[in-house]
């Protein structure tokens, strides 16, 4: 029975000077804290700036940037379009040059061919 009491009693004891521990801030934690504050107030002034930042804008309303997102990818595609319009009106323009120059191509040389049958006929006789 003694060994009972004693036993209670050293962790009786032992949980008071625990808890009476757990009061004591050491440097660490105490750090921690400021940390912890620190953190807290960067993030409250940041997002004091970036609503103030919205309110300079004039995008005051949660849905201004996700229309210009909107606007951005139209006029993107506008781009796009157009630049396969030309690249296709392009691809035209030099289909239609290469054929006119295989046609002038092909008049020099027949040209080329009655001269030489002109000369030819001339040194025979």
């Known amino acids: 029975m003694k060994k009972s009491w004693l036993n209670v009693l050293l962790l009786t004891s032992v949980a008071t000077f625990g808890l009476a521990a757990c009061d004591n801030k050491g440097d660490a934690e105490q750090a921690g804290e400021q940390m912890d504050e620190t953190i807290e107030q960067v993030q409250e002034q940041s997002q004091e700036m970036a609503d103030e930042a919205q309110e300079a804008l004039g995008v005051e309303e949660q849905g ?35 054929a006119e120059m295989e046609q002038a191509m092909d008049d020099v040389a027949a040209e080329a061919d009655r001269k030489l049958d002109a000369l030819m006929e001339d040194n025979k006789e």
């Open 64 to 98: 201004t940037m996700e229309e210009m997102g909107e606007q951005l990818d139209e006029a993107a595609d506008s781009v796009k379009d157009a630049a396969s319009e030309q690249a296709a009106e392009m691809d035209q323009a030099m289909d239609d040059a290469a």
